[in-house]
């Protein structure tokens, strides 16, 4: 028995519908991949093993002025436990590029230990790169055997209109801890450890002015 040729054509339709349908239909949709924490602070970070021996190609300057040597600890009232700074003869005219790669800017030794630096007794280097779009200032310690993150930081302190001459570095203090200061990029300064708001303005020119005097 023959099917009328309407119903024939009606299934044809149908047919060709569906193949249309199906064509149309979106592949599944994939799922976003979720962004990777990355710790910029452990990022190719070099061992000590390695920063020993880049120090060991540095020349540090060990004269007090451009060095510096205070007590770091307070013990009965008194200030106990002295550390020595000593810049690299070359911090102060490295421009961004070469302090990025990586660079032992200074070497400290300490009578005792200072956690809040990361300074064991002896031998300590500090150690200042930029990854991940960051700055970073690391203190290694000969004796604890590894490196502590001390800033991790979007830009450096630039001074306009300063050129350095010479290195310098610098142990500074606050009420209750010790930071440190090192000189670089020709004119600019890194920290290392907590530096308070409060420290940068001082950085002005005369930020303490007489009373009814104006600024220069």
């Not at 569906?18 to 064509?23: H, Q, S, V």
């Not at 010479?166 to 600019?188: C, H, M, P």
Request: charged content about 20%; some cysteine; aromatic content about 10%.
């Amino acid at each position: 028995m023959k099917r009328p040729r309407t119903l024939r054509r009606q299934l044809v339709l149908v047919v060709t519908a569906g193949l249309a349908t199906g064509a149309a239909v979106a592949p599944p949709r994939r799922q976003p991949t979720r962004p990777v924490n990355v710790d910029l602070a452990q990022v190719d970070m070099p061992s000590l093993a390695e920063v020993r021996a880049r120090a060991a190609k540095v020349v540090f300057d060990t004269v007090l002025g451009a060095a510096d040597a205070q007590p770091l600890l307070i013990t009965n009232g008194h200030r106990t436990g002295w550390a020595k700074i000593e810049p690299s003869r070359d911090v102060y005219h490295f421009d961004a590029r070469t302090l990025a790669l990586g660079q032992v800017v200074a070497r400290i030794s300490a009578e005792s230990a200072y956690a809040p630096l990361g300074l064991g007794r002896g031998v300590n280097w500090w150690w200042i790169d930029r990854r991940g779009g960051k700055w970073r200032s690391v203190v290694y310690s000969e004796a604890g055997g590894r490196g502590k993150v001390l800033n991790l930081l979007d830009s450096l302190i630039s001074h306009a209109g300063v050129e350095w001459r010479q290195s310098i570095a610098r142990f500074v203090f606050f009420d209750s801890t010790t930071a440190i200061w090192i000189n670089t990029l020709k004119g600019g300064c890194a920290p290392g450890g907590f530096f308070p708001d409060w420290y940068w303005r001082l950085e002005r020119a005369v930020p303490f002015l007489t009373p009814g005097g104006k600024a220069p």
